[in-house]
């Protein structure tokens, strides 16, 4: 039997290889250390299940690992009812903000009634016939991103015909920042309800007990929740979420980098939208190709059927370089750098913002600021105040350390 020798140079890449993926895996594996999502933990909400009518608010990230939520509860002989589906449906494959429709899940033949189609608050009917309503979620700690509205509106209902809710808690990727300006109330929408920053620093369960503690629900009605916690989690971790948590959010670097790059929503500019990066670069048709040396051609896709600037060269900057670790680590702040570095050199100055802009910023004042030639930090000082002030109210809602 002849023996095979690999030469040195072979022998030192595979050795590299070996070495970089075992580091990778042990990376990954220190990232969440044994971090348990509340719908894992099933001995903690089964009891409270038993012979009741149960509704679910959920969608694809609701899962116990690798099984879905709904599949799970329906193998443990629990009768479920209706499901309740966000933004993108209940399977997560509708473009944002594309009408949805309420329908028969195909799967399971379960109804589903759709929160983002002709209602996005659930009727009293649909909820006076059951007895509980979970709610699982993977949301991304940003006001604007809509999970956190339609929970909202699901304890408005659910409170108001007496029926109790379960939030199965999990990680927010962006929990270890608290930062932007602070909601007011004359630009309150579906994006943006309450009086919070753009990232709130919050998970859904932190956040639910904040919306029943402040009397944000209609007529200052209680909701009756039982929060049920993440186990072995701070705010501070870095946490892979294990689904993407819609469409356009396809990897940890663009949840990481959403937060800033979605104030361009009320912009001409395009994020990426029709293409396989979308929140991960900016650019435009009319950028200066000396200074934006980066090109992409958003085109029309399921996730995104009619992109800003479809079908036309874009010239603009590529922020993929950023290891999702070291952003996550790096960046505890709310990034409006690349908002103000396009606005420098946009052409068209008075055609930059578009009427969403403020929905979006949550007030008049970001406008104003970035007209004005304010610098960032002068605009970072400027919402320090409230900023502080909401930190303050927060402290008597929050359920992890720090």
Not at 158 to 167: F, H, L, Q, Y
Not at 198 to 215: D, F, I, K
Request: charged share 20%; aromatic share 12%; hydrophobic share 35%.
């Amino acid at each position: 039997m002849k023996r095979i020798f690999l030469p040195a140079t072979v022998f030192l890449i595979l050795w590299i290889v070996f070495m970089s993926c075992n580091a990778q895996t042990t990376r990954d594996k220190d990232l969440n250390p044994s971090i348990e999502p509340g719908a894992w933990q099933t001995e903690l909400y089964f009891p409270l299940l038993k012979d009741k009518k149960i509704g679910v608010l959920g969608n694809h990230t609701s899962k116990i690992k690798d099984v879905h939520l709904i599949d799970t509860l329906l193998s443990a002989g629990f009768d479920i009812v209706r499901i309740f589906s966000p933004e993108h449906g209940f399977r997560g494959e509708a473009a944002a903000g594309e009408y949805v429709k309420s329908s028969i899940d195909p799967i399971t033949g379960l109804p589903v009634i759709s929160l983002y189609g002709s209602n996005r608050i659930p009727s009293p009917e649909d909820v006076k016939d059951l007895d509980i309503v979970i709610f699982d979620i993977q949301d991304v700690g940003v006001r604007f991103y809509t999970y956190i509205s339609t929970m909202t509106y699901m304890m408005q209902t659910a409170s108001s015909v007496g029926v109790p809710m379960i939030i199965l808690d999990r990680p927010n990727p962006n929990g270890h920042i608290t930062d932007g300006p602070l909601l007011n109330s004359e630009h309150a929408s579906f994006v943006g309800l309450h009086p919070i920053p753009v990232l709130h620093g919050m998970t859904v369960g932190e956040y639910a007990q904040m919306v029943n503690g402040q009397g944000w629900l209609e007529n200052q009605r209680t909701s009756e929740i039982h929060i049920v916690k993440v186990e072995n989690y701070n705010r501070n971790m870095y946490y892979q979420v294990p689904d993407i948590p819609s469409p356009n959010l396809p990897d940890m670097t663009s949840i990481l980098l959403y937060p800033g790059l979605c104030f361009f929503e009320g912009t001409p500019v395009s994020i990426g939208r029709g293409t396989d990066f979308p929140f991960q670069v900016y650019g435009h048709p009319d950028f200066a190709k000396e200074i934006f040396s980066f090109t992409f051609t958003p085109e029309s896709r399921r996730a995104a059927p009619h992109p800003p600037n479809k079908n036309q060269v874009c010239y603009g900057i590529d922020l993929r370089n950023h290891e999702p670790e070291l952003l996550h680590k790096e960046q505890n702040f709310l990034d409006i750098s690349h908002l103000l570095n396009a606005y420098e050199h946009f052409p068209e100055k008075d055609s930059f913002f578009n009427d969403f802009f403020e929905k979006l910023a949550g007030t008049s004042t970001l406008r104003d600021q970035i007209r004005q030639g304010l610098s960032e930090n002068e605009i970072r000082d400027s919402w320090q105040k409230d900023l502080q002030g909401f930190m303050k109210m927060r402290e008597k809602y929050l359920l992890y350390n720090p």
